[in-house]
């Protein structure tokens, strides 16, 4: 089996070679680059299995590099920070991250969560083998072939949790699903993921779709259940 080919971008060199050398024997080749923009330049040259971020880069900080790279990419992104707020690992994940470590991560949970992102991305790659399925929900288009999706012919550009939910939602359309069930359904609970980020997925799903969580159009909550994607009438009230 091939080593799987990560990138990590982090200024901190020392950190970088440290994580290289625990990786290495555990099946990845490690690539690093130091500045946001050099990060990214490698993300547009070459192809990865997935990419630890670091959040404060110079040059380019990490969510504008992280928003760039989901412009042109869905490749699975493990953002690391040295702060500890709530808040950064909220905007990480609504930009279009897949995970999130405090960079006073242990490199035992570095490696959980690594093998967990590359692994749904290699279930989604496998599922391509096997399914060809399309669906539309009125003017939102979703193609499990290409794993693609548009709404009124325009692209939506969603991270691989974020296009694994719509689909889960719109096979389901119109019946409520819970978190379990949603967690289930797209990574057969490989994904280690706290429940509250998938509230957070969700909304990001939700802006990219255009929708209104106070007067949903498309993804509705039901308060202490779960999600529903709306088809009938009540679509929009």
């Not at 680059?33 to 040259?45: F, I, N, Q, R, Y």
Request: charged content about 30%; some cysteine.
């Amino acid at each position: 089996m091939e080593d799987s080919k990560i990138l990590i971008v982090d200024d901190d060199v020392k950190l970088c070679r440290l994580v290289r050398d625990y990786l290495a024997p555990m099946g990845f080749l490690l690539d690093a680059a130091h500045t946001g923009p050099a990060g990214l330049e490698k993300v547009k040259e070459s192809e990865y299995q997935a990419v630890i971020l670091d959040v404060m880069l110079p040059g380019m900080g990490g969510f504008e590099v992280l928003k760039q790279i989901r412009s042109f990419s869905n490749v699975p992104v493990l953002m690391l920070t040295a702060m500890g707020d709530e808040a950064d690992r909220i905007v990480g994940l609504e930009i279009g991250a897949d995970d999130y470590l405090p960079k006073t991560f242990s490199t035992r949970e570095l490696l959980a969560r690594l093998r967990a992102v590359t692994r749904r991305a290699s279930m989604a790659d496998d599922r391509l083998n096997v399914e060809a399925e399309e669906t539309t929900i009125r003017d939102v288009y979703i193609n499990t072939a290409t794993r693609t999706a548009t709404k009124n012919g325009e692209e939506l550009f969603l991270t691989a949790l974020e296009f694994d939910l719509l689909r889960c939602l719109a096979r389901s359309a119109g019946r409520v699903l819970n978190r379990d069930q949603l967690l289930d359904e797209v990574a057969g609970r490989s994904y280690d993921v706290f429940d509250r980020s998938v509230d957070v997925h969700i909304s990001s799903l939700r802006r990219k779709l255009g929708d209104d969580s106070k007067n949903p159009s498309y993804i509705k909550t039901v308060r202490s259940v779960g999600y529903v994607l709306l088809t009938g009438p009540e679509a929009g009230e």
